[in-house]
């Protein structure tokens, strides 16, 4: 059974950084597509980041330069660095493998 745990989320000051966990079970995360969604209340779910056979890395406009995501294959784990946080990206933060499984999510919440 594949399953997906995020962690790290919390209360943060504007400017300050977090960074949230994603430790996979079930599967090997090493060529899987992962990625990092959010949904803001009364929003749809929206991408972050993602890693693409093609591109490389995808960030979304609004977290470009700001957020990191990356991996760990040893530990089956995915990672979001996100720095100079803003209350904008206040939002409940998703992993996923290719927008198929989904992990129960992290609440992230950017005071202003």
């Known amino acids: 059974q594949v399953q997906l745990v995020e962690s790290g989320g919390g209360l943060v000051q504007a400017g300050g950084s977090l960074r949230l966990s994603c430790a996979a079970s079930g599967i090997r995360i090493s060529i899987k597509p992962m990625g990092w969604y959010r949904q803001a209340p009364g929003k749809e779910r929206e991408l972050v980041a993602k890693?693409?056979?093609?591109?490389?890395?995808i960030y979304a406009d609004s977290v470009q330069g700001r957020f990191t995501i990356s991996r760990d294959n040893a530990k089956n784990t995915v990672y979001l660095q996100m720095n100079s946080l803003k209350p904008e990206d206040t939002a409940i933060y998703f992993c996923t493998i290719g927008g198929n499984t989904w992990g129960q999510g992290t609440q992230v919440t950017v005071s202003s």
């Open positions: 890693f693409s056979s093609i591109a490389g890395v």
